[in-house]
């Protein structure tokens, strides 16, 4: 994935933002909050204006988040990458040659020693660290499994995600089209 074009992975909660973003300079986008039903629409829509999807498999309403669904969304829709905080998603994915985002919620010292463990069992091809905020911890999650970390999650200002970007997070992911709109000319 080129992120390195792109410090922000713009996640698209409404309709109205996906319309913003298809005339946008991303290229690469998270689709949220999608229903099974709507999901061939959207999906070639953006494909159309070039966007390469990735779809957040734990909120598709209608549809079960396992390795089943995972089938059905590679083999129906063919998008860029999955995101999920499901193990058996992400090994599915990477089974299926899609680009796997692990989701990893940190709360406390117990949940990085779990999430640690998740990571070992699956491999992904990136990491995602909710709260992206925790910048001390972006850097010893990206530095203890080598593999390349999103930060999403209370990044509220440039500021925050200058900082998450400075610990060593590839790209930001964010609704907020304030950050979308800094970062689409840089």
């Known amino acids: 994935m080129e992120f390195h074009e792109q410090r922000v992975l713009p996640a698209v909660r409404h309709i109205k933002d996906l319309e913003k973003l298809l005339r946008s300079k991303y290229t690469y986008i998270v689709l ?12 070639s829509l953006a494909k159309r204006h070039g966007k390469k999807v990735f779809l957040h498999v734990d909120l598709i309403r209608g ?17 860029y990458g999955l995101l999920s905080t499901k193990a058996n998603v992400i090994i599915k994915a990477k089974q299926k040659g899609v680009v796997a985002i692990q989701r ?5 010292s117990s949940s990085l020693e779990k ?12 990491i995602e660290v909710l709260p992206g905020a925790l910048t001390e911890v972006i850097a010893e999650v990206k530095e203890r499994t080598g593999i390349p ?4 999650g209370f990044l509220r200002s440039v500021e925050d995600a200058e900082k998450a970007l400075a610990a060593g997070a590839t790209a930001i992911t964010t609704s907020d089209r304030s950050l979308w709109e800094h970062y689409e000319n840089k």
């Open 115 to 126: 999430s640690y463990a998740l990571l070992e069992k699956t491999r992904p091809d990136y």
């Open 149 to 152: 970390i999103l930060a999403g």
């Open 104 to 108: 990893i919620f940190l709360i406390d």
């Open 32 to 43: 949220l909050d999608l229903h099974v039903a709507q999901m061939k629409s959207v999906i």
């Open 63 to 79: 549809l079960q988040s396992d390795a089943y669904a995972t089938d059905f969304l590679c083999q129906e829709f063919e998008p």
